[in-house]
């Protein structure tokens, strides 16, 4: 009962992109450059840095980056909340194959409190780039 096409587990979403699906980032600028991102994604900040307020401009740097098509789309945070909220926006805007990727880069925080070791993008050893 999700708002759009479907979620995505990291390795999934890391498999459609080798086949032509798009891989949305939307994670702060920040994020991109001192956490790290994926190579080769697309990325529109679901939230604004700093600040953290949402993009208001999210729908339209969306459909600039990539327009809506029959395209397979994959949204990637943190994670997996944001992109929760992208996904279920780009299905609103007509992209018919829009997709949660569950986890996110980082997956949720450990017992001691640090990400990146439970869940998401880089734990599962996909290919990320840093700085």
Avoid at 11 to 27: F, K, M, N, P, S
Avoid at 51 to 68: K, T
């Amino acid at each position: 009962k999700l708002p759009y096409a479907g979620a995505l587990t990291p390795t999934e979403a890391h498999a459609l992109t080798q086949h032509g699906a798009i891989l949305v980032d939307v994670r702060t600028r920040a994020e991109w450059e001192w956490v790290g991102r994926p190579p080769n994604a697309v990325f529109v900040e679901w939230n604004t840095w700093p600040g953290g307020a949402r993009n208001p401009a999210f729908a339209d740097e969306l459909r600039a980056a990539v327009p809506p098509s029959d395209t397979p789309i994959m949204f990637l945070c943190r994670s997996g909340g944001r992109s929760h909220g992208a996904a279920a926006l780009a299905a609103e805007l007509g992209y018919s194959r829009a997709y949660n990727i569950l986890e996110g880069f980082e997956g949720d925080k450990d017992a001691a409190g640090h990400r990146g070791t439970v869940g998401g993008w880089r734990k599962a050893g996909l290919p990320w780039t840093q700085g």
